[in-house]
C-alpha cells in the first residue's frame, strides 16, 4: 500500500480531467501541444473497447504522445519524464481484463519500465489491485511481455501505476494491451462434447449408487458407534492414534490430503477439490466430541443423510499413519473422512475396501448429489478447457482430472502419473492455464525419484506444454449440500500451497506401481 501513496492527490485531478476527454492528436505537429489523452474507437486492437486513455503527466515530446501507446505499432513510442508515473484506460463499459501486455521500445533499454501495479476500478474512485510486477526486465528490443491475472471482476477503469525504469532519464513503453476474458458465464456451447453422465432417475446420488444396500437399523446403530471398526482389508493395520489438530492450517486445504498406503486416490482427489471450494462444508460435516471421537454426516444411498462414528484408530503401523494423513505423518480431517467413507460403505456396499473407487462413486456419499459429466481428453482445444475449469469451479462444481499417458514431461521437471486422479484448482501462475494436485502430495521427476513436496503434488497445465493438454481429461461434479456453504463463488481464490517443512515421501510400492 505504501507505493499507491504518490498517487492520492492525482486521483481528484484525474478524475476532473476525464470529465472532459477528447479526441486529439499527438503526432508530429508543431504549432499545438502534446495531449495526455486520447480516444480510441472500438476496432481497435488493444484495448477490450473503444474509450479514452489519459496519462498523469502532459510533459510526452511531440511524436511520442500517449497514443503512442495504443496504436497497435510497436515502432512508434510512449515517453514520459519521470520514473514514476500511471495512465489509466476508461472503457465505455465494464470487462473482465485476465491478460495485458507491455511492448519495449525500440531503443534505450535503460528507460525499460521494470516496477509497476495494475489495478482497476468501477468509478475512477475506488482501486483494486490486480497485479504487481517489480524487477522485470525486456530481453530485447520490441519485445512484448505478457501477464495473466487472476480477475473475475468487470471494470470500467484499468490503471497501469509505474514505479520505477532500469535508470533512465525518461521511460518510454511502445505499447499496452489489455485483453478482455474469453470466458462466458456458462459452457452450453461446449455440453455437446460432454459424455459420461451419472443423473438418474431412481436417487439424487447418481447412477453409481442405484443397486447400493438398504440399511437395516442395527447397520445404521453400528454405523453411528465411533468404537465399531470397519472390517480390515488387504494387507494393512489399525493402530491408535492422538489426535491433537484437525486443520493444521486453520481451515482445511488440499495440502492436508496425503496418500500413503491405502489405494484411494479418486476418494482423496475429491477430498482435496472439496477443500479448495468448500472448506467451511468440510468443517460442518464433522462434529468434534472432544473426546477422540467425531461424528461424520455423510448422505446415504438414497441422498438422506447419515451419521458415521469415528474413533482415533486409523491405518497405521503404531508409529506412522499409513491412512490418508497431513503433512508430518498428522491425523487430519481428511483422515476422518477416509475412515468414515470405509465404515459407509461396509455398510451400503458390502465391503468396506475403498481401494480403486471412481470420483463419481465418492462425490455423492460426501455431497449428497451423484449429478456429473465428463469431458474425455482430446475433446476440448485448450482454451475451452481453461474456460470450464474455470467456469464450472465459480459455479461451485468440484472437478477431478487425469492423463491417458504416464510419464510425460510437465514443465520440463515433473512426470505424469496415468489413470491415477489429479484434483484441478484455478491458479495464480501466471503460465498456467490451471493447476491438477496429486494427492500423493509430491511429484514424480523426470530426471528419477520424486519430489519433496513443497510443490504439494501442483502440476502447472500449460497451453503450449507440448502433448499434456490433449492427454487431459476430467470430470465436473455437482457440488449438491456443499454449495451453501460457500457465498462467494464467483470471487474463488487460486490455490497456492502453504509454506511447510516437506517430510520423507511413504508411498507404498503398490500405490507406486499402479497409479492408485
Known amino acids: 500500500m505504501k507505493k499507491l501513496n504518490f498517487f492520492l492527490v492525482d486521483l481528484m485531478l484525474l478524475s476532473l480531467a476525464s470529465l472532459s476527454f477528447v479526441a486529439c492528436s499527438d503526432n508530429d505537429n508543431n504549432d499545438q501541444p502534446v495531449s495526455n489523452t486520447w480516444t480510441l474507437d472500438e476496432s481497435n486492437s488493444n484495448m477490450p473497447t473503444d474509450g479514452t486513455i489519459v496519462a498523469q503527466y502532459s510533459d510526452a515530446p511531440v511524436g511520442h504522445g500517449i497514443g503512442n501507446l495504443v496504436d497497435g505499432d510497436d515502432n512508434t513510442v510512449y515517453t514520459t519524464f519521470h520514473s514514476k508515473f500511471y495512465i489509466t484506460w476508461k472503457g465505455s463499459k465494464s470487462e473482465i481484463v485476465r491478460t495485458y501486455t507491455l511492448t519495449s521500445a525500440a531503443d534505450s533499454p535503460e528507460k525499460d519500465p521494470q516496477e509497476w501495479t495494475l489495478l482497476g476500478s468501477l468509478d475512477n474512485l475506488s482501486w483494486k489491485t490486480l497485479d504487481i510486477q517489480s524487477e522485470q526486465k525486456f530481453s530485447s528490443r520490441k519485445e512484448k511481455k505478457t501477464y495473466h491475472i487472476e480477475n473475475r471482476e468487470a471494470f470500467r477503469y484499468y490503471r497501469l501505476a509505474v514505479y520505477d525504469n532500469n535508470g533512465g532519464d525518461a521511460t518510454q513503453i511502445a505499447e499496452w494491451t489489455l485483453v478482455a476474458s474469453e470466458f462466458k458465464d456458462d459452457i452450453a456451447d461446449l455440453m455437446s462434447l460432454a459424455e459420461g453422465y451419472t443423473i438418474s432417475s431412481k436417487t439424487p446420488m447418481g447412477t453409481t449408487h442405484e443397486n447400493d444396500r438398504t440399511a437395516t437399523a442395527d447397520q445404521l446403530d453400528w454405523l453411528k458407534d465411533p468404537s465399531q471398526q470397519p472390517r480390515k482389508f488387504g494387507d494393512l493395520e489399525w493402530s491408535k492414534f492422538q489426535v491433537s489438530n484437525l486443520y493444521p492450517f486453520g481451515d482445511p486445504i488440499p495440502a492436508d490430503v496425503n496418500q500413503h498406503a491405502i489405494g484411494d486416490c479418486s476418494a482423496l482427489a475429491v477430498l482435496s477439490a472439496m477443500a479448495h471450494v468448500y472448506p467451511k462444508y468440510i468443517k460442518h460435516m464433522i462434529r468434534d466430541n472432544m473426546d477422540q471421537t467425531f461424528?461424520?454426516?455423510?448422505?446415504?444411498?438414497?441422498?438422506?443423510?447419515?451419521?458415521?462414528?469415528?474413533?482415533?484408530?486409523?491405518?497405521?503401523?503404531?508409529?506412522?499413519?499409513?491412512?490418508?494423513?497431513?503433512?508430518?505423518?498428522?491425523?487430519?480431517?481428511?483422515?476422518?473422512?477416509?475412515?468414515?467413507?470405509?465404515?459407509?460403505?461396509?455398510?451400503?456396499?458390502?465391503?468396506?475396501?475403498?481401494?480403486?473407487?471412481?470420483?463419481?462413486?465418492?462425490?455423492?456419499?460426501?455431497?449428497?448429489?451423484?449429478?456429473?459429466?465428463?469431458?474425455?481428453?482430446?475433446?476440448?482445444?485448450?482454451?475451452?478447457?481453461?474456460?470450464?475449469?474455470?467456469?464450472?469451479?465459480?459455479?461451485?462444481?468440484?472437478?477431478?482430472?487425469?492423463?491417458?499417458?504416464?510419464?510425460?514431461?510437465?514443465?520440463?521437471?515433473?512426470?505424469?502419473?496415468?489413470?491415477?486422479?489429479?484434483?484441478?484448482?484455478?491458479?495464480?501462475?501466471?503460465?498456467?492455464?490451471?493447476?491438477?494436485?496429486?494427492?500423493?502430495?509430491?511429484?514424480?521427476?523426470?530426471?528419477?525419484?520424486?519430489?519433496?513436496?513443497?510443490?504439494?503434488?501442483?502440476?502447472?497445465?500449460?497451453?503450449?506444454?507440448?502433448?499434456?493438454?490433449?492427454?487431459?481429461?476430467?470430470?465436473?461434479?455437482?457440488?449438491?449440500?456443499?454449495?451453501?456453504?460457500?457465498?462467494?463463488?464467483?470471487?474463488?481464490?487460486?490455490?497456492?500451497?502453504?509454506?511447510?517443512?516437506?517430510?520423507?515421501?511413504?508411498?507404498?510400492?503398490?500405490?507406486?506401481?499402479?497409479?492408485?
Open 295 to 516: 461424528t461424520v454426516t455423510l448422505f446415504d444411498p438414497k441422498g438422506q443423510p447419515v451419521e458415521v462414528g469415528v474413533d482415533n484408530y486409523f491405518v497405521g503401523d503404531g508409529t506412522n499413519v499409513n491412512a490418508v494423513s497431513g503433512k508430518n505423518n498428522k491425523i487430519t480431517w481428511a483422515t476422518v473422512l477416509e475412515k468414515a467413507l470405509m465404515k459407509w460403505k461396509q455398510v451400503f456396499d458390502g465391503n468396506s475396501d475403498v481401494g480403486g473407487i471412481s470420483s463419481e462413486y465418492t462425490a455423492p456419499i460426501f455431497l449428497g448429489s451423484g449429478e456429473s459429466f465428463c469431458f474425455t481428453s482430446g475433446k476440448l482445444a485448450p482454451k475451452d478447457m481453461q474456460r470450464v475449469v474455470y467456469v464450472t469451479m465459480q459455479q461451485g462444481c468440484i472437478l477431478i482430472g487425469g492423463f491417458d499417458d504416464g510419464d510425460l514431461p510437465v514443465d520440463n521437471k515433473y512426470k505424469t502419473v496415468n489413470f491415477h486422479p489429479y484434483s484441478l484448482h484455478t491458479t495464480s501462475n501466471n503460465s498456467a492455464m490451471f493447476t491438477m494436485r496429486n494427492p500423493w502430495g509430491c511429484l514424480p521427476l523426470v530426471t528419477g525419484g520424486y519430489s519433496d513436496g513443497k510443490e504439494d503434488g501442483l502440476l502447472p497445465i500449460k497451453e503450449d506444454d507440448g502433448k499434456i493438454p490433449s492427454n487431459v481429461g476430467f470430470r465436473v461434479m455437482k457440488p449438491g449440500a456443499a454449495k451453501e456453504f460457500c457465498a462467494e463463488l464467483g470471487k474463488l481464490e487460486p490455490y497456492t500451497p502453504p509454506v511447510y517443512s516437506p517430510s520423507p515421501i511413504r508411498l507404498a510400492k503398490s500405490i507406486l506401481r499402479g497409479g492408485e
